[in-house]
């Protein structure tokens, strides 16, 4: 996760790492507050709604910015995404 330039293919990527569980919320919450003190990161493309979806991230760890499977799939939905549920057994 140690991306230059944030896009929203990258921010996809971040999210669908957390979905899978491939990153805790420590980190996905570190990752997000980095990237507004890294002066080498740029956000390219729409940067209202990349910047407004990683400072939700940033604070996913408090109470007010709780990261439901609704929230996560209206920021996958705004980056472009799909967010398809399958439930398969164990």
Do not use: C, Q
């Not at 944030?6 to 980190?27: C, K, M, W, Y």
């Not at 080498?40 to 439901?68: N, Q, S």
């Not at 799939?73 to 995404?81: N, W």
């Amino acid at each position: 996760m140690d991306e230059r330039v944030i896009t929203r293919e990258v921010l996809l990527n971040v999210l669908h790492g957390f979905i899978r569980h491939e990153i805790t919320l420590p980190v996905l919450v570190s990752w997000a507050e980095n990237t507004f003190v890294d002066e080498d990161i740029e956000i390219d493309g729409d940067f209202d709604l990349l910047d407004d979806i990683i400072m939700y991230l940033a604070a996913a760890d408090t109470r007010g910015f709780p990261l439901t499977w609704d929230v996560l799939r209206e920021f996958v939905e705004k980056l472009g995404g799909k967010m398809p549920v399958i439930v398969e057994p164990d």
